[in-house]
């Protein structure tokens, strides 16, 4: 193959994995472009990612000076979280300051389309180009190399590749990777709401188990800048699609967020969250990585997607910067080995994670039913146990060993 060390590394998918990737490849002095299947200026539907850790924003703060603190500005830190069991207050705890370190909190919350707005300005600001309407069709890994061809015909030749393209991934199809694991039994609705501009409502993270105005079943409501998410899980004998339409979504909404918030529903989907992972996350001659939702999905609980592929995206980096500079193919070869290593246990962790919280939110079995009954009983004596409550349905605290700097 032709092309130099020079040559730019090329990240496929402008998602916040592939723009936070292309970021951290410019902080390391590494040239970068990104291709992009979508066109310029396209709408992405839904808040999805809100939930922004603090260990992310000192991420996109350390690859870009004042990135993170613009998220930071520009999301919202709700100070109380509450949670109730059949209509009854179990546990409330309401902070006095945003916690976190330094300038940064401990976590923001903020729509994903703003979180792309300010990772695509900070992208402009360096004049990292971004070819739209450029989907990759094919990757050919050699081990002095890379050819990528798109859609459109055209070829590039680059020396590593970050497969950032998201759930269906044709990087990661191309390298011969697959998706192993599993899927929510349940279905779950999501619906963002529009705040009330006249009666905005507290800013509280609450969670309801067994509501009783929707039937019995979990709701979960999250406010972020500018709305609400409300998380509503399905029973196993619901038929999801009609508990998703318009009316039914309406008349949850009324009765969760109040009766003023009955047409401000912006946008709804219905999801079976998978829980799956790459089988590798590096190519046989070590020369393309996949980072982000290209390489695992995990339940949204406890907010690990967007999370760890930023994670991914920084050790993506990481790995080719060394890798680049090095003299010696071994070197750089296991470079990229570790970055697949690290990010495959990682992404191991983070799975079973989210999935002890879908294992705890989907469990209907007489065991799990009489634990949560007796804590929401215990409730009103020790606060313990109406905390184990609040804390369930996110799964475990902490991250993956593996994660030096970050938690995902
Ligand atoms: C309802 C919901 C709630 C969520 N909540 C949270 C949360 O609170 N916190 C959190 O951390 N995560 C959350 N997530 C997950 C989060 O949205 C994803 O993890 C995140 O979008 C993954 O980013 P990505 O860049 O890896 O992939 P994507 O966002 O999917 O981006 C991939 C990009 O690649 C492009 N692409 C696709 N194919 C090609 C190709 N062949 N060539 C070039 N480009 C291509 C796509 O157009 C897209 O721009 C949530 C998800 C959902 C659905």
Redesign the pocket.
């Known amino acids: 193959m032709s092309e130099s060390q020079h040559d730019p590394v090329v990240v496929?998918?402008?998602?916040?994995?592939?723009m936070t990737a292309a970021l951290a490849l410019r902080a390391r002095g590494v040239p970068v472009v990104v291709?992009?299947?979508?066109p310029e200026g396209r709408n992405r539907p839904?808040?999805?990612?809100?939930?922004?850790h603090g260990t992310t924003l000192h991420t996109l703060e350390r690859n870009r000076e004042g990135l993170g603190k613009r998220l930071a500005d520009a999301g919202l830190v709700w100070p109380t979280r509450r949670t109730l069991f059949r209509g009854k207050e179990v546990f409330s705890r309401t902070y006095d300051s945003p916690g976190g370190t330094g300038d940064l909190p401990h976590f923001t919350s903020l729509p994903?389309v703003e979180t792309e707005e300010f990772l695509l300005d900070a992208l402009a600001e360096l004049d990292v180009e971004i070819h739209w309407d450029?989907?990759?069709?094919t990757v050919e890994s050699e081990p002095d190399g890379v050819r990528v061809e798109?859609e459109d015909g055209r070829e590039w030749e680059t020396p590593y590749v970050v497969g950032?393209?998201?759930?269906?991934?044709?990087?990661r199809k191309e390298i011969g990777s697959n998706f192993e694991g599993s899927q929510s039994e349940n279905s779950f609705i999501?619906a963002d709401v529009d705040e009330h501009p006249d009666e905005p409502r507290a800013h509280e993270r609450v969670f309801h188990y067994d509501h009783p105005e929707v039937g019995g079943r979990n709701v979960l409501l999250v406010p972020f800048t500018g709305g609400w998410r409300v998380d509503i899980q399905c029973k196993l004998t619901d038929d999801p699609e009609r508990l998703a339409s318009d009316a039914v979504v309406s008349d949850m909404v009324a009765k969760t967020l109040g009766e003023r918030y009955r047409d401000r529903v912006d946008w709804v989907?219905s999801?079976q969250f998978k829980q799956v992972t790459a089988d590798s996350f590096v190519d046989e001659h070590r020369r393309v990585l996949l980072?982000?939702?290209?390489g695992h999905l995990f339940a949204?609980f406890g907010?690990?997607?967007?999370?760890?592929?930023i994670a991914d995206a920084d050790e993506a980096a990481s790995a080719i910067a060394v890798a680049a500079r090095s003299e010696s193919d071994g070197v750089a070869r296991a470079e990229v080995e570790l970055y697949g290593a690290r990010r495959e246990a990682a992404a191991e962790w983070n799975k079973n994670a989210a999935g002890e919280a879908l294992e705890y939110l989907q469990g209907d079995g007489v065991v799990t039913k009489f634990k949560k009954r007796a804590a929401a009983g215990l409730s009103d004596y020790y606060e313990d146990a109406g905390e184990w409550l609040d804390d369930a349905p996110y799964g475990p605290r902490g991250g993956p060993p593996i994660a030096t700097i970050g938690r995902y």
């Open positions: 496929a998918g402008a998602g916040p994995t592939g291709l992009e299947a979508e839904g808040s999805r990612a809100i939930y922004v994903q450029s989907a990759v069709e798109t950032a393209d998201g759930a269906g991934s044709t990087v999501i989907s999801y980072a982000g939702e290209a949204p907010a690990r997607g967007m999370n760890s592929g």
